[in-house]
């Protein structure tokens, strides 16, 4: 090949290169999507072209994404989005009333009557307040304030924002921000684009993935020696460890982050996905207010929600809120103006998450259908964190702890050292090596641990719980038969 | 008050404040979301609240939001709409065949035939396929790959994640963007956030807003001395200043790229919105692609499409894409890798992207309804635009270059030194001093150009034209009365 084509027909080689591209993009990694889901999608079209293999289809447990899973659309959610997109079926007698009456309380505060206008850059404010009133009844009755609360592309659009807002100085003095390890990857990948410092604090495994504030601690002294560490990010119900935080774990971080100085994030997305018994949501709202005014009015925080998780699974609509308590009013301006100039969040999400702060009452012809609906997807989560605990803790070389909350198990794989040189002798880290056999002998996709974090020399993997019950068990009993012929191939 | 209270209850004062937050988000600025939309929203709730206006309601010609000013959505759109929103009225005999066949097409599509499932990051396959066979028709057969094809979340995120891939280098080695005076603000906010260079090239107002390529060259080679110039961005029709680019000035363009060595932006939104006689859309891969494989083998460009703009005007669902070429592929991965951080763009926008790029066909029923009302739509448009340019052009004091295309337009105001001496007084840029006074004497909402940038001691301001026809007769001709009130008044 010549040096001209080689630079792409030009002799001076192309404006944008790997090597002059920008740094902190490559630096971005996002495993949840990562090399592993890419071959899962070839394999899916080597299958349709006809290539045989030994499955039928690809199963992708990689991604917390209910609906490609089978689970069905609430139902009152989509009449009243239908509603919406076609306002002339409000004359359709198809329809129940408050589907309708929600409708039409949308609309009427939508430019023009339309979702096809813009809303302002905070979100509408009818929505921004039947959002602050939802998280007054959540929380017992402590206010909330409709302004506090800016809605957003998914949660995912909120966090890089407030991560953002946060991040500044050079060298030493560059913010840190302290996540979990495992954590969810948009925090190191936002943390990566945005060059701030990574703060790696560890849950422990041992104790069912809990937070210890020793821990914190540790971490964070380590990390002043070299940034400037001003945020702590929680997820609560963890993703991708499924541990519920006790009511006291969480007054132990604030009053942690209060002591340090910290800004705390809490990523409360999966706040209706808790499972075992003995285990309830707290949120960090809550909890800071009954911690009295010491704390209330001092410690400043963010806390985020979704309509992509909990009993909806509605990912696809990328809807979302944050909630922002003590934030300085002149940043508050700033932050407006930052999201102004993607002009709105998308009006369809927003809609949805107007329907999921604000379901069907009691005294409304919804109620029924939509209680039924909801109980029945948090009911089978349930039975689904329990089987896959029960037959993963069946496998030897496994060890699982209990999927509390959110929608993952994230068990521990006892490799052998043979099958640790044979992964790095092909160059891979020893669970992707483990995943990529797995998705090329049984077709099921997962995500290694090492895309999440996690202590050197542990293994793991991450895996949705979402298959219908009967696949999940097929599933479940692939992994555990694959895994008994990998431990002994590699014996 | 207190130190402690001043520091928000805290002796250390707040964690995050304006003096240490991201020092380029404080850098960034919107207008066409800033401090005179946020007066007219508050004026908004005062007449709600009964105070007394010289007016009874706010006209806000601040933004293309057609929705919001009565545009009616196209029925055939949000049929489809609501047919994938709630998948049971496909059995309903009220919605056309062509309609139910779309919805369809796009349920088999998605994860679980639901659009709340996440897509593909890139978006969704058989959407990038439709958007490519879209692109063919539009350029007279120039082949488009759907692996080349991006759907976003609106074209602002298209725009912005092609400018974070562009940045990188410090000092005088940091990259340098290129953009029109006046431009449209989400380039200088998108610019300020990256800490990139912003590089002003200026169109030419005596030339109805022209590109002068003489003038790029002045710009470039003035910014070659303190920055690395690599991204030329255009507007093409032009906003806010509504000119239409001749194949000529496109093809100058597009040499001048090449011969400097210039990554190539072409913002395209406004392409079906081109209303003088004369006056025709070229688009930037046809110029590129007729220029001959010197041109087309080379030049790297990302061209950019929205479903909020041409007769559509549905910015609430965030829909758009861009097309890459000529990327080299290994940039490609890291742009997949980056946007899959964001998992996919709203569903609801990339199915009515679908449908725009793919709409109705002749031999389909919904075709002629479909066809009368995007020319209606088209039509008024082409007629406000002549209308607002006859009316600016019999006020004293004005000039108006011709609204070409787009959706704006873009006057010269002639402000006696009186005025520019009160504004300065005031501490306001004097025609933000105008703007604000406009909209307190006559509520109406418009944007003064020093938001886009202008010729220093010129002034402007970008109003839309999409106010219904009447509406918009009576808007202009406030406006004239309140320049020859305010002209006396300052005389």
Not at 40 to 48: D, G, N, T
Not at 111 to 137: N, T
Not at 407 to 427: C, H, V, W
């Amino acid at each position: 090949m010549s040096q001209e084509a080689a630079n792409g027909g030009s002799p001076r080689g192309r404006v944008l290169t790997l090597e002059n591209m920008n740094p902190n993009v490559k630096r971005v990694e996002y495993a949840v999507r990562g090399p592993i889901v890419q071959r899962a999608v070839q394999i899916e079209k080597e299958l349709k072209e006809g290539v045989k293999k030994p499955f039928t289809e690809v199963i992708k447990a990689n991604i917390g994404d209910a609906h490609a899973m089978g689970q069905k659309p609430i139902t009152f959610f989509r009449q009243v989005l239908a509603l919406c997109s076609y306002p002339e079926l409000l004359e359709d007698d198809k329809f129940p009333s408050d589907a309708k009456n929600r409708a039409r309380r949308i609309l009427e505060a939508c430019g023009g009557h339309s979702i096809g206008a813009y809303s302002a850059s905070q979100g509408i404010e009818c929505i921004r307040q039947d959002v602050a009133r939802f998280i007054e009844r959540r929380d017992g009755g402590i206010p909330s304030n409709p302004d506090h609360i800016y809605l957003s592309t998914g949660a995912s659009d909120a966090i890089v924002t407030m991560l953002k807002l946060l991040v500044c100085g050079e060298g030493r003095d560059r913010t840190g921000v302290m996540i979990s390890i495992p954590q969810y990857p948009l925090y190191s990948a936002a943390l990566a684009d945005l060059a701030a410092v990574q703060i790696n604090y560890y849950l422990d495994e041992e104790k069912c993935w809990g937070l210890d504030v020793a821990e914190l601690r540790r971490s964070l002294t380590e990390a002043r020696k070299h940034c400037n560490p001003r945020v702590l990010c929680i997820i609560n119900p963890g993703n991708p460890t499924g541990q519920v935080q006790s009511r006291q774990c969480i007054e132990d971080v604030i009053r942690f982050a209060k002591e340090e100085h910290l800004f705390l994030m809490a990523d409360e997305v999966y706040q209706d996905n808790v499972y075992a018994e003995g285990c309830k949501f707290h949120s960090f709202k809550k909890v800071l207010f009954e911690m009295g005014p010491e704390y209330s009015s001092t410690v400043e925080m963010a806390s985020f929600h979704s309509t992509s998780k909990c009993y909806m699974g509605e990912c696809g609509f990328r809807g979302g809120y944050m909630e922002v308590i003590n934030m300085d009013p002149e940043v508050k301006a700033q932050l407006i103006k930052l999201v102004s100039v993607r002009l709105c969040p998308p009006i369809p999400g927003q809609a949805l998450l107007d329907l999921v702060v604000n379901p069907p009452q009691p005294d409304e012809p919804s109620y029924t259908l939509f209680m039924k609906e909801r109980t029945a997807v948090l009911a089978a989560l349930a039975e689904k964190a329990r089987l896959t605990e029960q037959i993963f803790n069946t496998v030897p070389g496994f060890t699982c702890n209990p999927v509390q909350g959110a929608m993952y198990t994230f068990p521990r794989l006892n490799l052998s050292q043979k099958a640790i040189d044979k992964a790095k002798e092909e160059g891979q880290i020893p669970d992707m090596f483990y995943c990529m056999k797995l998705l090329e002998e049984e077709g099921i996709c997962l995500v290694p641990g090492s895309g999440f974090g996690q202590r050197d020399g542990t293994f793991h993997f991450r895996m949705t719980i979402l298959p219908p019950t009967d696949k999940l068990k097929f599933v479940l009993e692939k992994i555990r038969d694959f895994h008994l012929r990998f431990t002994q191939e590699f014996s």
